[in-house]
């Protein structure tokens, strides 16, 4: 299955999820702040401000709030550039009160890094970038450059020297962490989100077909005795219309199209599968399904089954859930992507636990990558001999993270490891030199069996569509 459809779900503009409402309503809190703490100082400490230039800045915020709430929807949803310019106006604002406030003497300058996390958490680096050096360079000059703040004796407020070094040391400091922590911990959430959503979608297409699957097999069974009593039928006519020819062709046209309708049945349902297998089968059966869309793609794909010690002789039969259908599916598609010629996958077991490995004589994961591997959207340069072998494919990591997703879903550990690595313990082989996935469910998360024999099949219950 290619990974191609699950590529578009990064592609998204996530500045994009951010409402104007709600940045309109930040700076309302922002604007009521401000005006606040100029109240405050005017008239309980009796501070000397240039209130006119402070209204004045306040005004201009106040009046871009109104002229947006006036000029676009309340639902708008602003882009990349409408979110940069909009922290930007906040950020020189706010730098222009501190200025006539004091500027690193007022201890409101921490608020500097509002915009720096708010950029950091909604936009791409380079708007994030552009931001957090323009609060740097407009703390540093606040440093040196802004109006005192004066008492109304005329005495200047201001700390020592050390701790405006200090106040500006501790403020870039705080912008360089927060902003990349903020950056850092979106964009593995926003990233977490588009992988989420791909496996979602996988297993959604996966249910669907297991869903149809079922159709057609409960078709197939529910029609067999009309369509054998329709060809036994046609076949007692037959004999008996030898002398009416033109009855008689009438009637082999009944058992022709009755032996038609069997074969489209058949047809549709790949494997033939009856009821039982519908919610359960064999764990080699599972297995061969998963891998069926890989088995004539030019590579040899050889399958082992075997007890462990103290295992029954007999395989396990394990519920057939499209999460363990799907996941395997694109880790055998991974193995014979990278294959050179054969790929082998060997089933264990016994009364505890279930074992799959997946091994190819390819080149193996990229070392440096092994302790990423599952992952969302793990990106790394390819070769050209890559480039030739998967054209479609940009190395996302998307494709081992929806399987190590949705097989861990039930109740599985994966361990990833290559043939080379001579501290592996997965595969004893030497022949198997490429990629090795082992994936091991307890025994009772996926038998079928377990807890007292066979579930009972019941009716088919109709699907609603």
Known sequence: MSERPYRLLSGQEHSNWIRLRTLILLRWVAIAGQVTAIAVAQY?????????????????????????VFAFPENKRLSEFENFLMVLFDLLQLAFLLYLTGGLNNPFALLVLGPVTISAAVMGLRSTLIIGATAIILVTLMAEFHLPLRTEQGFILRIPDVFIFGNWIAIVIAILFIGAYSFR?????????????????????????????????????????????????????????????????????IREQADRC???????????????????????????????????????????????????????????????????????????????????????????????????????????LIGRIGDPFVRRRRGESELKQRPEYEGMGLGLFIAKTLLERTGAQLRFANGTDTFQTLNPYQDRRGAIVEVSWPRKKIDALAGGGSPALGKNIPLEI
């Open 44 to 68: 309980r400490f009796n501070l000397q401000l240039e209130l006119a230039l402070c209204y004045l800045a306040i005004g201009v915020s106040a009046a871009g709030n109104l002229i947006a």
């Open 262 to 368: 069997r074969d489209i049945l058949r047809s549709m349902g790949r494997a033939g599968k009856d009821d039982l297998h519908l919610r359960q089968a064999p764990f080699s059966t599972l297995v061969n399904e998963a891998a069926e869309p890989h088995m004539n793609r030019g590579k040899a794909i050889l399958y082992n089954e075997e007890p462990l010690e103290g295992g029954d002789f007999q395989q396990p039969t394990v519920m057939r859930k499209p999460e363990i259908i799907h996941g395997l599916r694109n880790l055998v598609q991974n193995a014979v992507d990278f294959a050179k010629t054969t790929v082998w996958i060997d089933a264990a077991w016994n009364d505890d636990r279930i074992i799959l490995r997946i091994c190819d004589d390819g080149r193996g994961f990229p070392p440096q």
């Open 185 to 253: 911990v979106s964009n593995e959430m926003r990233s977490m989100s588009d992988a989420l959503s791909a496996t979602q979608l996988a297993l959604s297409r996966e249910q669907k077909l297991t869903d149809l699957g079922g159709v057609v097999a409960a078709a197939a069974h529910e029609l067999g005795t009309p369509l054998a009593t329709i060809k036994l039928t046609s076949a007692e006519l037959i004999e008996e219309l030898d002398d009416r020819p033109d009855l008689r062709e009438d009637a082999a046209l």
